[in-house]
C-alpha cells in the first residue's frame, strides 16, 4: 500500500514533469514564431486603387495624334502656299538665310544657285542619294526668281499657264528648283512623268521635304503641270502629302472645306 507521502510526492513529481514539458514547450513555440517573424519578408504594400488600374480597353481606343502646325500665310515660312489666286505678301521679299546650294552630286555648278539654307543643305544630301542610286546627277536649271525676272518672262510672251504672275511663283519664295538629269555619260535626259527619274523623285523627294506641287495641271493648283518642278516645304507637310497622295493645291482646298464645315455647324 502507497504511502500518503509517497502519493503525494509522486503526485508533485507528475505536477512537476507537467510544468517543465508545458512550459518549455511553450517557450519554443514562441521562440520559432519569434524566429519566424524576422525571417518573414516585408508586408506586401498593396497600390491605391483607381479607376484607371481597373479600366478595360474597349477595342475602340485610338493613341493620340498630335497634328503638325503649318503656315501657310507668312512669306517667311517653309509651307507658304502660292496658288489659285494667292500672292506674297512682300513681292520682294528676301529671306536672311540664304546660301549657295554646295554640291557635289550636281551636273552643273550648284553654287551659282541659291536657296534658304535648311532647303539647300536638304537638297545636296538628296543629290548625293540619287547619285548614289543612279551613277547620274541632278542638274538645276532655274532656282530663286526676282519678281523683276518674273515679270520679264511675262513680257516676253510667256503665257500665264506657263509662267506664274508675279508674286505668285514659288521661285519667289527661294525654295524651288527645276532639275533635269545628266547621265554618266554626258546625256541630258528631261524629268518627263514616267521616266525612271521622275518616279523616283516622286517616290522619295518627301523624304528631304520636297514636293512637286505643280504635277495635276491648271485645274487643280492653277499653274500647268511641270515635272521638272520641285518645292521645299520643311518637315511634315511634304510626307504627309505623300502619304495621302495629294498636291499641296488638293491640300489647301481640303482644309477650305473643312473650315467651311466647321464655320457652318459653328453657327
Not at 130 to 153: C, D, E, G, P, V
Amino acid at each position: 500500500m502507497i504511502s500518503r507521502q509517497y502519493r503525494s510526492f509522486h503526485i508533485l513529481t507528475l505536477l512537476f514533469i507537467s510544468l517543465m514539458i508545458l512550459g518549455w514547450g511553450g517557450f519554443v513555440v514562441v521562440e520559432d514564431r519569434v524566429v519566424a517573424s524576422q525571417e518573414s519578408p516585408a508586408p506586401v504594400v498593396l497600390p491605391i486603387q483607381s479607376t484607371f488600374l481597373t479600366y478595360q480597353p474597349t477595342g475602340d481606343y485610338l493613341p493620340m495624334q498630335i497634328q503638325p502646325t503649318y503656315d501657310f500665310d507668312e512669306d517667311d515660312s517653309f509651307q507658304k502656299y502660292l496658288g489659285n489666286g494667292q500672292l506674297l505678301n512682300n513681292n520682294e521679299y528676301v529671306p536672311e538665310d540664304l546660301v549657295p546650294i554646295d554640291s557635289n552630286f550636281t551636273a552643273n555648278a550648284s553654287k551659282r544657285f541659291s536657296l534658304r539654307q535648311e532647303a539647300a543643305t536638304q537638297f545636296a544630301d538628296m543629290a548625293w542619294y540619287f547619285w548614289n542610286h543612279f551613277n547620274a546627277k541632278l542638274m538645276i536649271s532655274s532656282a530663286y526668281r526676282s519678281s523683276t525676272f518674273q515679270q520679264s518672262l511675262l513680257k516676253k510672251g510667256c503665257s500665264r499657264a506657263r509662267c506664274a504672275q508675279v508674286g505668285s511663283s514659288e521661285h519667289q519664295l527661294w525654295l524651288a528648283i527645276d532639275l533635269g538629269v545628266i547621265t554618266k555619260g554626258g546625256k541630258y535626259i528631261a524629268l518627263n512623268k514616267g521616266n525612271l527619274y521622275y518616279q523616283w523623285l516622286i517616290e522619295h523627294a518627301s523624304d528631304w521635304w520636297f514636293h512637286n506641287s505643280y504635277q495635276k495641271g491648271i485645274e487643280v493648283g492653277g499653274q500647268m503641270a511641270e515635272w521638272r518642278h520641285r518645292r521645299y516645304m520643311g518637315e511634315d507637310l511634304a510626307k504627309e502629302l505623300q502619304d495621302k497622295q495629294i498636291t499641296f493645291s488638293e491640300y489647301m482646298k481640303d482644309q477650305s472645306s473643312q473650315q467651311v464645315v466647321k464655320t457652318t455647324n459653328t453657327l
